[in-house]
């Protein structure tokens, strides 16, 4: 079903652009300690996980997978705020960085991508076998709550998490690269583009990836959007015919009608990353989806309250509200 969000912008707050940027600010010192565990994959890769507290092999309290966005990592401000915010609630939150991400180049060439779920069924099947008394959810930001929405559909009975939430996600994902190219939010796509050049340029220096790719250093220099990055690429890099093919495999939108288990969407009108093509109609969803609208909040913003300058980050507080109604 779709709702109507109770969410109210902040009275100093309303643009959506400074909805997106405000936490950036805020919270750009904010403390979030954790416990780095790395875990070997049957392919010779690694996955590298951030715990807010090892859990035990007794342990019977509530893990909450975070997934972060694109190029985001546990030095995201919201991926910190969520960790904490599941902290305070005598949950365990661990953070999974996707493959490449948080700095380290992983050892293969394949990375991860906005329809990648393989490693979050890996991650998925681990929690559950390592930590069995431990109720598993989800919670996915941006690119991760498309890979959520994603992975839900694909698992239909056979989701281990008893619920999730989607926050942001680009469920169309050739709508919001188009988007983005345009008008201010092309601010958006320059910050984002750089942290993908830095990234893959990491990774050059540690796996050969030239066999994967039809593109030279002329042709790479000339990198000036999303779609160009996507088609030279990620798609060559992970076995898409072009960034079209890519986009329409890997969309959440067209996963919706298949979820068997409890999954909240977040998605702001005003999102200044995301098409309002991403926003589902009632015929996109199951009956395990409920998707709640705002009419502000940008793109992973939905900061409200009422003293000036101090923001109070509603999302935090319904995304585990959901999880908690159905623990």
Sequence with gaps: ??????????????????QTIWQKIERRKLPCPTTKERIELPDSDFLDLHWTQLPNKDDTRNIVLVLHGLEGSIKSTYARGMLNAIRAKGDIGVLLHFRSCGGIANRLARAYHSGETSDVAFVANWLQAQFPNCPLFAIGYSLGGNVLCKYAGEQLQNNPFKASVAICPPLNLSASCQYIMKGTSRIYQKYLLDMMMDNIARKMQRVDISKYLRIDAHSYRKIKTLWQFDDLITAPLHGFKNAEDYYQQSAGM?????????LL???????????????????????????????????????????????????????????????
Excluded at 1 to 18: G, V
Aim: with cysteine; charged share 25%.
């Design 1 to 18: 079903m779709i709702i109507e969000s109770h969410f109210k912008p902040a009275w100093w707050l309303t643009n959506r652009h400074m």
């Design 265 to 327: 969407v977040l998605q702001a009108k005003d999102d200044p990353f995301l098409s309002e093509k991403c926003i589902p109609t009632t015929n996109d969803l199951s009956h395990k989806v409920t998707v709640e609208v705002s009419r502000k909040g940008g793109h992973v913003g939905y900061v409200s309250g009422t003293k000036l300058f101090k923001g109070d980050y509603w999302m935090e507080k319904r995304a585990l509200q959901f999880i908690h109604n159905h623990a």
């Design 254 to 262: 067209q996963f919706l009608k298949q979820v068997e288990r409890p």
